[in-house]
């Protein structure tokens, strides 16, 4: 039997926007959030957000993982569907540092209603 893709859930906002920034990713049903993460934008916050749930799934050892967020440009610019300019050019470029020479990871766009992360934020 083929063991199950991991669904790494993560989501960014801030309040204002802009201004201070929270994230969540949801590993396994259980949500990680930190609410101090800086001030920035609402896409800056998404970022961090796609970065930290890259970091959990390395950080697990995982092989076999999906990113599921629902900011659509974020999932498009990482995944090189959409150019990335001004600061999301930098986040980009973080974000691939931190994959390496490796395969890049699986990248997928949900709605705000199926994003895990995103109802663990609004919950807390």
């Not at 994230?23 to 396994?28: D, F, K, L, P, T």
């Not at 001030?39 to 950080?59: I, P, V």
């Amino acid at each position: 039997m083929k063991p199950r893709r991991i669904k790494i859930y993560f989501d960014g906002g801030c309040r204002p926007n802009p201004g201070a920034m929270e994230i969540a990713v949801v590993v396994g049903g259980v949500a990680f959030i930190d609410r101090a993460v800086g001030t920035g934008s609402s896409m800056d916050a998404e970022w961090l957000a796609l970065t930290a749930a890259l970091r959990a799934a390395q950080g697990r050892g995982l092989v076999d993982f999906v990113l599921l967020g629902d900011a659509a440009a974020v999932v498009a610019q990482a995944n090189g569907a959409v150019a990335a300019r001004g600061g999301a050019a930098a986040h980009l470029a973080a974000f691939r540092a931190l994959v390496g020479g490796g395969a890049p990871p699986r990248i997928r766009h949900v709605k705000r209603t199926q994003n895990l992360a995103g109802i663990a934020l609004a919950r807390r």
